[in-house]
């Protein structure tokens, strides 16, 4: 695709459901990244695939986050049991380059809101 | 203290105004810098990437880099309403620890 691909653009949780987020990343590109964003905050970093590979989850904030991407294309963000403090933007990034998150592009992202 | 600092906004500036923005750095090991654009409710938007030391000029844009003092600028000559979002400094490493470290951002204003 032209760029990076995120759905749903927006999501609404109650408390204590599952949510999942979907990238699809630019086609080809090996790297792929998930960032969390809070309101007036820079990207925090979550987690990073080569190809399905996932080669850094120091990021993921609990074990009630989830990535995956079986194919080493599309990636998909698991968040269970969603508390308030999951609210946030989730960014989803992609790079042609492997084991770097040089010139990476990013996705709209999914705002997620936990109520 | 945040291993990357951005100066702090809101900054609001005059249309053709030349803007500075500014990040700080202590992580000596970082190999590469990148500015981001992001507007309302929409993603970061790669505007400059640099690697070494030095200046890069792009259009209207130019991006300085002193790895020496862990500086880093982007300067906006003749700004336009259009520049009117929030710039996000970014800096990384090669290998398996490649994530990006980004500052908090600053929202830029241009007044018509």
């Known amino acids: 695709g032209a760029g990076v691909s995120q759905s749903p653009r927006y999501k609404v949780a109650k408390r204590g459901q599952d949510v999942a987020l979907r990238c699809d990343p630019i086609s080809g590109h090996v790297s792929l990244f998930w960032y969390q964003q809070a309101l007036g905050q820079g990207p925090e970093f979550l987690t990073y695939f080569q190809n399905e590979a996932q080669l850094d989850k120091s990021g993921l904030p609990s074990d009630r986050f989830f990535a995956e991407r079986p194919e080493g294309s599309v990636s998909t963000l698991k968040i269970q049991r969603t508390q308030q403090e999951d609210s946030a933007v989730y960014l989803c990034?992609?790079?042609?380059?492997?084991?770097?998150?040089?010139?990476?592009?990013f996705g709209q992202g999914t705002r997620l809101t936990v109520v | 203290q945040k291993e990357v600092e951005q100066d702090p906004g809101p900054l609001s500036v005059p249309e053709g105004a030349i803007v500075s923005l500014n990040c700080t750095y202590s992580?000596?090991?970082?190999?590469?810098f990148m500015w981001y654009r992001q507007y309302s409710r929409k993603g970061p938007e790669l505007l400059m990437y640099t690697y070494s030391s030095g200046n890069k000029e792009d259009g209207r844009f130019t991006a300085q880099v002193d790895k020496s003092s862990k500086y880093i600028s982007l300067f906006i000559r003749d700004s336009q309403p259009s520049d009117s979002a929030t710039y996000l400094c970014a800096m990384g490493r090669d290998g398996a620890n490649s994530k990006l470290t980004f500052g908090k951002g600053i929202t830029l204003s241009v007044r018509p």
């Open positions: 992580n000596s090991a970082f190999q590469y």
């Open positions: 990034a992609s790079s042609s380059l492997p084991r770097t998150g040089r010139k990476a592009f």
